[in-house]
């Protein structure tokens, strides 16, 4: 059974990068799309972006001007920024397998952007 | 791109059954077969409960069915259950590569 575990900080001043990790075990990262997805508090969700074990990445239209992500196979991990953060982009977020449907998730953590 | 549009909230007796709707477009629902429900629980990651409009993962109770008519994809939960009262969201894959969730719908069971 495939596990995910998304780390990084808890708190990002505003304007300043957001950098996630999300670690995979259980199963080689290759073969597979991995995605983010975050969820401010008492919010629904919201799709962030996808990347492919070559580096192939797809970002919702709506982040693509600040978002970036990447993968490490030879750690099992692929990660996360999101540049220029403010208020709104309070959220917990969370990373998942990505099969045109998430079958696995990795959960947190919860990032507040605050001064 | 616009979220997928799902109702706030619905609500039944247990034993009974419902109906959530998750209405897109032609770009994402009506164009593939790649619609997903998902199951969350306050605190909880979400768990995928139906995949490509109407396929359940193994260990997912038959109760959960999915459909798709045109833009439109539903989730039917029948012999509704306490355990079934959670938050419920929808998924598309769209013309643009990308993915895209659902508004979200409450479930109560009165």
């Known amino acids: 059974q495939v596990q995910l575990q998304a780390s990084g900080p808890g708190l990002v001043k505003p304007s300043e990068p957001l950098s996630l990790t999300c670690t995979v075990s259980g199963d080689s990262i290759g073969s597979y799309y991995w995605s983010w997805v975050r969820q401010p508090a008492g919010k629904g969700l919201e799709w962030i972006g996808r990347?492919?074990?070559?580096?192939?990445?797809t970002y919702n239209p709506s982040l693509k001007s600040r978002v970036h992500m990447s993968v490490d196979t030879s750690k099992n991990q692929f990660s996360l920024t999101l540049t220029s953060v403010t208020a709104a982009d309070t959220a917990l977020y969370s990373c998942a397998r990505d099969l045109y449907y998430f079958d696995n998730w990795g959960q947190g953590p919860l990032v507040t952007v605050s001064s | 791109q616009s979220a997928l549009t799902q109702p706030a909230s619905v609500s039944g007796s247990p034993g009974q059954s419902i109906t959530i709707s998750c209405t897109g477009t032609?770009?994402?629902?009506?164009?593939?077969?790649?619609v997903s429900w998902y199951q969350q629980y306050p605190g909880k990651a979400p768990k995928v409960m139906i995949y490509d409009v109407s396929n359940r993962p193994s260990g997912i109770s038959y109760r959960f069915s999915g459909s798709k008519s045109g833009n439109t994809a539903s989730l039917t939960i029948s012999g509704l259950q306490a355990e079934d009262e959670a938050d419920y969201y929808c998924?598309?894959?769209?013309?643009?590569?990308?993915?895209?969730f659902g508004t979200g719908t409450k479930v109560s069971v009165l």
């Open positions: 998924s598309s894959y769209t013309n643009s590569g990308t993915n895209v």
């Open positions: 990347i492919d074990t070559y580096g192939n990445t």
């Open positions: 032609s770009s994402d629902v009506g164009g593939y077969n790649y």
